[in-house]
Nanobody, 125 residues
Framework: QVQPVESGGGSVQAGGSLRLSCTASGGAFINTCVAWFRQGPKQEREGVARIWTLGGNTYFADSVKGRVIISQNGAKNTVFLEMRNVKPEDTGTYYC??????????????????WGQGTQVTVAS
């Protein structure tokens, strides 16, 4: 099972943009539901966006709809999360999760999910 590895976090001014990458260490995201989650200070982890790598179907949390794009490269070994017009409430640790499955109708949970180590995003007001 591939291991997701996140990169691209850092500090960004409110109103700016950010781009995070999730790379499949040890292979590629074949027929995989790849999701971005985030956890802000003193908050529970929440789903941000997810993509099913076979069909390209994408899903978004209501809190980020219209501001976020999730995409994959042609080799299916990297999934990108692009966020524009970032807000201070977007601050948190962003995690990539990958689950080999036949669809991505729901946020991936359970024992078949591989998690990355997380990357910190700080939005300054």
């Amino acid at each position: 099972q591939v291991q997701p590895v996140e990169s691209g976090g850092g500090s960004v001014q409110a109103g700016g943009s950010l781009r995070l990458s999730c790379t499949a260490s040890g292979g590629a995201f074949i027929n995989t539901c790849v999701a971005w989650f985030r956890q802000g200070p003193k908050q529970e982890r929440e789903g941000v966006a997810r993509i099913w790598t076979l069909g390209g179907n994408t899903y978004f949390a209501d809190s980020v709809k219209g501001r976020v794009i999730i995409s994959q490269n042609g080799a299916k070994n990297t999934v990108f999360l692009e966020m524009r017009n970032v807000k201070p409430e977007d601050t948190g640790t962003y995690y990539c999760a990958a689950s080999p499955r036949a669809s991505c109708w729901e946020w991936p949970t359970g024992d078949d999910v591989s998690w990355g180590q997380g990357t910190q995003v700080t939005v300054a007001s």
